[in-house]
């Protein structure tokens, strides 16, 4: 654990939090999806920093791939918006 | 009004659940059964993986309920999806879809094999180097992916794709009921367990790793291939109602 | 910076980026009509979970379980040097993340379905419990 590591796990937490709240907020539902897919890139590398290589690889491989993919096409089946709330 | 009440309950929950989570000491020796793993993996087992020894062997009948779980969530989809025979013509249904690009078809025929060729490595050698049998059979069915996006005229088997997976299932079970003939426990190593470090080592755990690898590759493909095949439009026969 | 700030920071971006998922997630499902945003806040939620047990389990200056070639001397036995993380929490997550994934295609299986019985996906219009 040298300090750019501790610097790369400071903006990879900050930014995972921002792509959540912007996932949650927006009523584009195939951008959330894609926010959801880059919440899941960034906790790969941190399972990659935390030592767990083997969670890393599942979660780069179902939460960035397969997860994104049937969100995808469950949209593409029914409808890509939201609608507004009251 | 809701959203409030939402944000302040969320709130008073966040507070004690920080509180708990915090106390925590993060990065600290805290091992007490793990201690016991971390030692007879490679002691006992001859598995260089001490995840792959744990969810393998350790906790094997937990990744069989597991499995089982992944087993009865790819059934259930496809009940849940169950179209009549008359729409279902066999091809896949994206046909209104316009074709993928010939850099996409030209691509994925190139990476296909690869992406199998990388599946395989992943859980044949689960027990030496990071990964195993879940890792490599989601690879491989995001290989089948790439060839169910690019190409329309692409359709698994399912018939194929059940064989494999009921052969899976049945080696996992038997190698388990077969250490009861040995006087063993169920899902306890009973083969000899060879040397630290080469790829025949481990006994029934790379076995059973392979085994989980094909059942996983064959439920994901199936799962992909129902979803994937679904019609757009709402179905004529509710429109009636 | 000395070892002991560095753990204190990492342990306050690692807990704290894990609560704050699960925070959202839970804010999403409780508040949200549209049942895809819904079983996408509880992907998040689970994600941060994931995190939190993986960030208990680890041990700093760790190495990852893996008696490979090179954290092993000549007789097959560990390095002095060298410890390692808590391998039971990562064979935890990494059934759990399989696991999710089944629940959240069969979610979406039934979400599928029910946008085509009832041509919305709005919780509140979907009323009548007839299938």
């Known amino acids: 654990m040298n300090i750019f590591t501790v610097i790369l796990v400071v903006i990879g937490a900050i930014f995972m939090i921002v792509a959540a709240i912007y996932a949650i907020s927006r009523k584009d539902l195939l951008v959330a999806t894609i926010a959801t897919s880059i919440i899941s890139l960034v906790l790969s590398v941190f399972f990659f920093i935390l030592q767990a290589p083997d969670v890393a690889l599942t979660e780069a491989t179902i939460g960035v791939a397969l997860t994104t993919i049937i969100f995808v096409v469950t949209i593409r089946n029914t409808k890509r918006h939201e609608e507004e709330e009251e | 009004m809701k959203r409030i009440i939402t944000i302040l309950l969320l709130g008073v929950t966040g507070y004690f659940v920080a509180d708990a989570v915090f106390s925590i000491p993060f990065g600290v020796d805290k091992l007490n059964i793990a201690k016991e793993y971390l030692l007879n993996s490679p002691e006992e087992l001859k598995v260089a993986n001490t995840v792959t020894a744990v969810v393998v062997n350790f906790r094997g009948f937990d990744t069989l309920g597991e499995v089982t779980v992944l087993f009865l969530a790819a059934t259930g989809l496809g009940s849940i999806l169950f179209r009549r025979r008359k729409y279902h013509t066999g091809l896949n249904p994206q046909r209104e879809a316009p074709q993928a690009s010939r850099i996409v078809q030209v691509g994925g025929k190139l990476l296909f094999p690869l992406i199998l060729l990388l599946g395989a490595y992943v859980f044949i050698h689960g027990h030496l180097t990071p990964g195993g049998g879940f890792q490599g059979g989601v690879i491989i069915a995001t290989g089948y992916l790439l060839l169910l996006v690019s190409f329309r005229k692409f359709a698994v088997k399912h018939s194929s794709l059940t064989w494999v997976e009921a052969v899976a299932g049945v080696t996992f079970a038997g190698i388990g009921l077969t250490g009861l003939v040995f006087g063993k426990d169920f899902l306890e190593n009973f083969l000899p367990t060879g040397v630290l470090n080469s790829l025949l080592s481990g006994g029934i755990v790379g076995i059973i790793y392979v085994a989980v690898g094909f059942k996983v590759a064959s439920e994901l493909t199936g799962i992909l291939d129902t979803m994937l095949s679904i019609k757009v439009e709402v179905d004529e026969e509710n429109e009636e109602n | ?131």
Do not use: C
């Open chain 3, 1 to 131: 910076m000395t070892e002991e700030l560095m753990q204190q920071i990492l342990k306050i971006s690692f807990y704290g980026a894990s609560l704050a998922l699960i925070l959202i997630g839970l804010y999403g499902v409780l508040t949200k009509k549209n049942l895809i945003k819904i079983l996408l806040s509880m992907a998040i939620a689970e994600s941060g979970l994931n995190l939190l047990f993986v960030a208990i389990g680890y041990i700093m200056n760790g190495t990852a379980p893996i008696f490979s070639t090179a954290v092993l001397d000549e007789n097959n036995q560990l390095l002095e040097t060298v410890t390692m993380v808590d391998p039971i929490p990562q064979a935890l997550v990494l059934t759990a993340i399989v696991i999710g994934l089944g629940v959240t295609a069969v979610g979406l299986a039934l979400v599928i379905r029910l946008y085509k019985h009832h041509n919305t996906i709005n919780i509140d219009e979907i009323r009548n419990l007839k299938w």
